[in-house]
Structures are given as structure tokens and as C-alpha cells.
């Protein structure tokens, strides 16, 4: 369950952050700009979401008691 979770938290967090990287190709604000800038609305809203998600089984997980033991990161 936890991977998956952060499974799909990554990929939205990687979905919003092209969807802004492409605003940078428009010198204006124009009907492309603002098809992006609701793109962007809508991936923030699914990356929040699975943030969300994620932070609720965190905190299920800590308030069991269930954490593991740190590993570290190389």
C-alpha cells in the first residue's frame, strides 16, 4: 500500500511539474497559455490529492505505532 502510494504521488508531482515547465515556451498570455494554466489547475488538484492520501496513511501508520526504523538514503 505505502508504494503505491508514493507511487502515485510521484507521478503527479512529475504531471504538474512538465505541465508548468511548458508554460515557459508562451511569450504571452494567450488561449494556449490558458490551456496549460487549467492543465496545471487540475494536475495541482490530483497531486494534492494524492499528497493527502499519503500523509493520511503516514499518519495512520505513526499513530499505530507501525513506523519501521530509518534506513538510510544513499
Known amino acids: 500500500m505505502r ?3 508514493i507511487e502515485v504521488y510521484a507521478i503527479r508531482a ?3 511539474s512538465d505541465a ?3 508554460l ?3 511569450s504571452h498570455v494567450g488561449p494556449e497559455f ?3 494554466w487549467q ?3 487540475q494536475r495541482l ?3 494534492n490529492a494524492a499528497g493527502e492520501e499519503l500523509g493520511r496513511y503516514i499518519d495512520e501508520t505513526s499513530a499505530r505505532g507501525e513506523l519501521a526504523p530509518a534506513s538510510g538514503l544513499s
Open 3 to 5: 508504494r503505491e502510494l
Open 20 to 22: 508548468v515547465a511548458r
Open 45 to 47: 488538484a490530483l497531486c
Open 24 to 26: 515557459g515556451q508562451y
Open 34 to 36: 490558458l490551456e496549460v
Open 14 to 16: 512529475r504531471e504538474f
Open 39 to 41: 492543465e496545471i489547475q
